[in-house]
């Protein structure tokens, strides 16, 4: 670096940046980061690694300094008419917890699982976009998840509970991500919205269906591009954006434009939503948290069949 830094004025600038560049990636918003980052930044300030493995497998081994977090019961879903998962109606309470376990404005959260299977990457990006809608942009998901993390054994790993300081974070909520019942049934008449099914095949095809739902089927003119597409080997590793855009192209989804990503309860949608949004760029992109089980308990609407089994 010193090397740079006696060169002419501009190589001194440009080295300066990038220099300031570095150390500030701690403390910018990027929604992937990787093993390398958290073991390069475990000992910086306004860093929180959020563990969403269950609490045994938390205690028995995690990062240095992860908080570890009950997704049903610490408030960052609920369910209302029978539709699980919902996005919270009071945030109170939700709030208060998010600053319970060490996290105020400034923190820049990172949130990992286990990482094994695409069903492990679910949460992470269920907490991902739920701080977007909070209004909280500093934070990222760790690529490959504790997986990633523990193909290294170099790097160290702590048992029994991270001890954290108590915070205040404040919500500024903003909801531009988060679709509603009336925002899909406009996208039905608009007919310029491309609506995303991000479950499997068959419940897109109407073949099976969540326990939740009253209906097998998807919504009027959706496209289909399942979320495991979207890992490496249906595992949880995100694929590169190359790759991506092969997959979307066979899907026939487009990566610009209006869209908005279901499945049954919200979940496997904000996989859809994430690589769309923050993987592929594009910044038009809604998640509709009821999905498919809000859509037919309530009737909100027409359910297509690719197949009729009855």
Same mark, same amino acid.
């Given at each position: 670096?010193?090397?740079? @830094? ?6 001194? %600038? ?7 560049? #570095?150390? =500030?990636?701690?403390?910018?918003? !990027? ?5 390398? %980052? ?37 408030? %960052?879903?609920?369910?209302?008419? =029978?539709?699980?998962?919902? #996005?919270? $109606? ?38 991902? %976009?739920? #701080? ?15 997986? $990633? ?31 509603? *019942? ?10 310029? *919205?491309?609506?995303?099914?991000? &479950?499997?095949?068959? !419940?897109?095809?109407?073949?099976? &269906?969540?326990?939740?739902?009253? $209906? ?28 991506? $855009?092969? @997959?979307?192209?066979?899907?026939? *989804?487009?990566? +610009?434009?209006? !869209?908005?990503? #279901?499945?049954?309860? =919200? ?9 769309? +949004? ?29 197949? +009729?089994?009855?």
């Amino acid at each position: 670096m010193k090397n740079i @830094l006696v060169n002419s004025g501009r190589s001194s %600038w440009l080295a300066l940046m990038l220099l300031f560049g #570095f150390i =500030g990636t701690a403390f910018a918003g !990027q929604p992937l980061v990787d093993a390398a %980052w958290v073991k390069a930044n475990l000992a910086k300030p306004g860093v929180v690694l959020i563990d969403v493995r269950s609490t045994t497998d938390y205690l028995r081994g995690h990062i240095p300094g992860a908080v570890t977090t009950d997704v049903d019961k610490s408030g %960052w879903v609920e369910e209302r008419a =029978g539709v699980p998962h919902e #996005f919270p $109606e009071k945030l109170d309470k939700l709030a208060a917890y998010i600053g319970s376990i060490g996290i105020d404005n400034n923190t820049h959260v990172v949130v990992l699982s286990g990482g094994t299977h695409y069903n492990d990457m679910y949460w992470p990006t269920r907490i991902y %976009w739920t #701080f977007k809608v909070l209004g909280h942009d500093n934070v990222s998901v760790l690529n490959g998840g504790m997986a $990633e993390w523990t193909k290294d054994k170099a790097n160290p790993l702590e048992t029994g509970a991270s001890k954290t300081v108590a915070k205040t974070f404040a919500v500024h909520l903003n909801k531009e991500t988060l679709a509603s *019942v009336k925002d899909v049934k406009a996208a039905l008449e608009k007919k310029t *919205v491309t609506l995303v099914d991000s &479950r499997p095949e068959d !419940q897109y095809a109407g073949i099976n &269906r969540h326990p939740k739902a009253t $209906e097998s089927g998807t919504l009027p003119g959706a496209k289909n591009l399942p979320i495991s597409w979207t890992l490496e080997n249906g595992g949880g590793m995100f694929r590169p954006k190359t790759e991506l $855009e092969k @997959l979307y192209k066979v899907a026939n *989804v487009p990566t +610009s434009g209006e !869209q908005i990503n #279901f499945c049954n309860t =919200g979940l496997y949608a904000t996989i859809g939503w994430f690589v769309s +949004s923050e993987l592929m760029g594009n910044k038009n992109v809604r998640m509709y948290d009821g999905s498919m089980t809000e859509w037919t308990i309530t009737k909100a609407g027409p359910v297509e069949h690719k197949v +009729s089994l009855k």
